[in-house]
């Protein structure tokens, strides 16, 4: 039973030894240097606006997990496009279907608003 699961484990022990000392290493020969500009938030050039501990609105998660969503759709997309040649109808009629539901949520959420920044 050992044989089977040891690649597996030597593996990880290997990550784990590699990522412990690449931190060491660089904790130890790494160059420190701390000023007060070097220790302010930076976004896209931008000057921060009040402090860094601030809320963000649900409306921004919700418009990030919905970039997820279709982000996946195109995961599902690209390999159904490869081997699209090889199915047929079926495959396509199967696409068809899964594009309408996510059309379906797609108009639902429009409808409900989510995402609208107000």
Do not use: C, N, Q
């Not at 860094?52 to 990030?64: D, L, N």
């Not at 982000?71 to 997309?77: M, R, S």
């Not at 690209?78 to 199967?94: C, D, N, Q, R, S």
């Not at 059309?103 to 608003?113: A, Q, T």
Request: glycine share 8%.
């Amino acid at each position: 039973m050992f044989e089977i699961y040891f690649p597996i484990v030597a593996m990880a022990a290997l990550a784990l030894i590699a990522g412990g000392a690449l931190m060491i290493l660089s904790r130890l020969f790494g160059k420190v240097t701390h000023s007060k500009l070097k220790d302010t938030p930076y976004e896209s050039g931008i000057e921060p606006e009040g402090t860094t501990k601030e809320r963000f609105p649900v409306k921004f998660y919700m418009i990030a997990l919905l970039f997820i969503i279709f982000d996946i759709e195109v995961v599902f997309l690209y390999p159904w496009a490869v081997i699209f040649k090889w199915g047929g109808t079926f495959l396509f009629i199967e696409m068809l279907v899964f594009i309408v539901i996510l059309l379906v949520g797609y108009l639902y959420i429009i409808k409900k608003g989510a995402l609208k920044w107000d």
